[in-house]
């Protein structure tokens, strides 16, 4: 089959960029000094390694073998700040930041070097890598602006090679490479193929497996998020990235605005707190803790929160954590604000209480926090709460625990044991009952149920996540 069948020669690049966005066509031609090109001699397929002899050849290299030899080349890259004396390398400094789990410093960093070179690949391709763990739409961007910036070196009719032995070539070809991936997961498998025939002629040597992806792709095989270790096993054992693929097909979905009536059933709580405080403001105590008739209220208005019968009216806030963390998430989001010993409306709670949209934009960057292990905890709760609405709360734990276990170790280098991992997503738990989406079917509080306002405020959370610089 001819990869090329919209009529391109075989072995001729076809410039991606006029199908792209705009922005990345703007950007691209803002470029005034495009990537510098070496040429690398003469690319021989005569020379290369295709297999056994006595093995078949694969179809895909039989058009790139008869087209012949071809003239190789090498991008320019350019990495501000890197210092060859020392050894710095802030890409790579960023690498190790995202395996910390610090990917706003990692992705700050990054942006820092477009800040200052635009034409630095290297900072779009793990850019765009860091978002395709979350969302292939905004991993996009990404790609597309990498690929059409490296697009402004290549000369009209370009019909050699890049080879992925020429190190400087990899970060234009990790861009396309990334950019197919975003199309097929979007859905876009007539252009995927495309970009990933374009991969394979560029690079023969096919590094980055472009042939069975393009075969998967051309076929018509819908992506699919990571597959299943065992049947008995619903979430994988593939770590992180299992459970946010099984998030995909939320994540690459629109942003979509819940009704008045589902945001007031679904955080009523919430809306409670911001009512009590639109007119006088909520009285605090010296500590800063919500005053005892607000406390009491609140025990008796959500009655879940808190056995009267049992214990008699509360005396603190800190005896009711639903209603701690909510203060908590509301002093964070800018809500309310202390003034004079009280806490008040903001302008932007004003606006933010009639308007689902504005409400659920103001929660989400606050919904996830702490440090490195707690974002890393709390952003697989979102992944398996979005896939499974409804699960045991023991399930969450165990799918959460198995996810982080091979990666991270307690401050003395112990393994991190499943109580550890459900003391440390509690805050975040509380977050989510006290606002109201999410139930735990109190009193037995095992069964953890999502409303559909809560589900998506999870996937706004993890798209904050996915681009967050601190």
Known sequence: MDPFADGTPAGRYPFLAPTMGIEAQELAAGIEVPLGLEHRGRWDPA??????????????????????P??????????????????????????????????????????????????????????????????????????ETGVAVGERSLPAGFDGVLPWGWIDNRPFLRCLHGYGLCLWRLGHSAEATKVLDALLWLNPSDNQGARFLSDDVRAGARWQPTRRAEASDPFGRAGRRNLLDRAAAQMDAP???????????????????????????LPLTQTGALGQRIVREAAVRFPDWWNS???????????????????????????????SGRL??????????????????????????????????????????LCER???????????????????????????????????????????????????GRPERRRLSLDDAGAELLARSLRHRATATG
């Open 47 to 68: 020379e290369e390694y295709w297999g056994e002899p006595d093995e078949p050849l694969d179809p895909a290299f039989e058009a790139i073998i008869a087209a012949g």
């Open 70 to 143: 071809r003239e190789a080349w090498e991008f320019e890259q350019v990495v501000p700040g890197r210092d060859w004396m020392t050894d710095y390398d802030p890409i790579l400094e960023s690498v190790e930041l995202a395996g910390r789990a610090e990917r706003e410093r990692a992705r700050r960093l990054l942006e820092d070097l477009l800040a200052a070179d635009a034409r630095c690949l290297d900072a779009r391709a793990h850019l765009g890598s860091f978002a395709y763990d979350y969302s292939a739409s905004l991993a996009l961007g990404h790609f």
């Open 255 to 281: 942003p979509r605005t819940p009704s008045r009536d589902a945001i007031e059933a679904g955080f009523a709580p919430l809306l409670w707190l911001l009512e009590r405080g639109s007119e006088d403001g």
């Open 309 to 339: 019968k049992l214990f008699g009216a509360p005396h603190r806030e800190a005896e009711l954590p639903l209603l701690e963390e909510l203060h908590a998430l509301l002093r964070r989001a800018r809500l309310l604000r202390k003034r």
């Open 344 to 385: 008040l409306l903001t302008t932007r709670a004003r606006s933010a209480r009639d308007d689902p949209d504005a409400l659920l934009e103001a929660l989400a960057p606050h919904l996830i926090g702490g440090d490195p292990f707690e974002r890393e905890v709390a952003e697989l709760a979102c992944a398996v709460l």
């Open 390 to 440: 409804e699960l045991d709360r023991d399930a969450l734990m165990e799918a959460v625990h198995e996810a982080v276990a091979g990666s991270w170790r307690r401050g003395d280098g112990a393994p991190v044991t499943q109580p550890h991992v459900e003391g440390t997503m509690r805050p975040f738990l509380y977050g989510l009952l006290g606002r109201g989406p999410l139930s735990d």
